[in-house]
């Protein structure tokens, strides 16, 4: 793909290195060796050389925690130097760059004091000497972010998960401004390296164009007439909108799109190679234009019937109920479609719960109000999920038991409610309007019907 050079247009592919918006040839190129002195100097304030590789503890909010150093730079824009850590037992999301103050004690990683926080003790014991149960272990890791070890895993996905992590294993661009929101990043993402290493990048909101530069940025705003998605507006309910965008018709849109989650998602490999993909972007609308709060991307030929490759909500828009409504709206495609489907795997932890969460809901309600008997391939046909979605979601809840060779739905109108009246039942604060929805299934070579 050739894609012309000018002042508003990000080189996704070339690899030929170009002047960034500064005049200088790249981000770290020649560094002046009076940056590399005041990064010795400001490593031994206290008269100990910290040590990439190295355990240490770092203040972490009031705690300290233990943390495995990993790289080290001089933040020019904030002219002091920073270390990129990894606290122990904690996801990767959590990773930062800090300052020299916070940092304390090295202390030995195989000893207790790299857990932090008495994690040690919350996962062995509880009051009264009771062990706690595998579920509220699972349970515990996940509302604390704990990481998956090596040991946790088979031995293809424990090698595929180095393998990954040598990749992305720091994260260089801390923050990004997109418009009213500044914005963490969680994870690595592979921008152009003049962009990639830097700690700050503005985002246009409406074309997704990244930039190093907030004069650059501010002219980009006043010169830049998008204000909405490229593709066709597939769904408006309210100030709510969906847009439907071909990888293959608006390439450097999607491709900025993909590198901005990125900026949130651990394991997303799709970058730049969009053209077999749909992408569905939800938007808030009002006067100003359609602001991105996120979107799904799905193949538009999926040999394992998966009806979402990736999806994200914007950390600003989380914990608003977006991030249900694009699940929603997701089978909602698939109904119209006549086929079941299932998000490509693996799902985050955060898509967990989502899905798990939204599945969850959708059984339950239609377990409440059905008279009669329903079978595990009714239910997949008048959903749209598959069975092993289905399956897994019952047993979570002990409503299915295997029974002469198939899965059994055991339930009373009793134990329905109970479920739907804990507090572990969450129903959603966005649905979708299937009469709001405009659009026609693209025609397949060939199509995967409903089992």
């Not at 979601?393 to 060779?405: A, D, E, I, P, R």
């Amino acid at each position: 793909m050739v894609v012309q050079p000018s002042l508003n247009c990000n080189r996704m592919t070339s690899t030929v290195r170009r002047k960034s918006e500064n005049g200088t040839d790249g981000f770290e190129k020649n560094r002046p060796s009076s940056i590399d002195k005041k990064m010795d100097s400001s490593d031994a304030t206290d008269g100990h050389k910290l040590e990439i590789g190295e355990h240490y503890m770092v203040k972490r909010g009031d705690a300290w925690h233990g943390a495995e150093l990993l790289q080290r730079r001089f933040n020019e824009v904030n002219q002091q130097l920073e270390f990129y850590v990894h606290y122990a037992n904690l996801n990767r999301r959590l990773d930062e760059w800090v300052t020299r103050q916070r940092i304390g004690q090295q202390f030995d990683s195989g000893s207790e004091n790299g857990m932090g926080c008495g994690n040690a003790d919350l996962l062995h014991d509880q009051p009264g000497g009771r062990k706690i149960t595998r579920n509220q272990k699972r349970k515990h890791d996940e509302i604390n972010h704990v990481q998956k070890t090596y040991a946790d895993m088979d031995p293809t996905t424990a090698a595929l998960e180095k393998e990954h992590e040598a990749i992305t294993k720091v994260k260089y661009i801390n923050k990004i401004q997109m418009g009213r929101y500044e914005i963490d990043t969680w994870y690595f993402s592979p921008f152009p390296e003049e962009y990639g290493k830097a700690p700050y990048l503005y985002i246009c909101q409406y074309c997704l164009k990244y930039m190093r530069l907030e004069k650059t940025y501010r002219y980009h705003l006043s010169e830049c007439t998008m204000r909405q998605p490229p593709g066709n507006e597939i769904y408006r309910k309210g100030t709510l909108s969906v847009y439907e965008v071909d990888g293959s018709e608006h390439k450097i849109y999607c491709q900025n799109l993909c590198l901005l989650a990125k900026l949130f998602l651990d394991h997303k490999t799709l970058y730049f190679d969009v053209d077999p993909f749909l992408f569905y972007v939800l938007c808030e609308v009002d006067k100003q234009g359609a602001h991105l709060v996120g979107y799904f991307s799905k193949e538009k030929e999926s040999p394992e019937s998966n009806n979402v490759a990736c999806i994200l909500t914007l950390p600003p828009y989380q914990r608003k109920g977006y991030g249900k409504l694009l699940i929603a709206f997701s089978y909602e495609l698939s109904k119209l479609e006549g086929c079941v489907g299932s998000p490509e795997k693996p799902l985050s932890d955060l898509g967990k719960l989502s899905y798990r969460s939204y599945w969850t809901y959708v059984l339950l309600e239609i377990l409440r109000g059905y008279k009669g008997t329903l079978s595990i391939k009714d239910l997949s046909q008048m959903t749209s999920f598959t069975q092993q979605d289905i399956i897994s979601t019952l047993q979570s809840l002990n409503l299915v038991k295997y029974w002469k060779g198939q899965h059994v739905i055991c339930v009373t109108p009793k134990l329905v409610e109970e479920y739907i009246n804990s507090p572990q039942f969450n129903r959603p604060r966005l649905t979708v309007d299937p009469s709001a929805l405009r659009w026609v299934p693209p025609k397949k070579a060939t199509s995967q019907k409903k089992k």
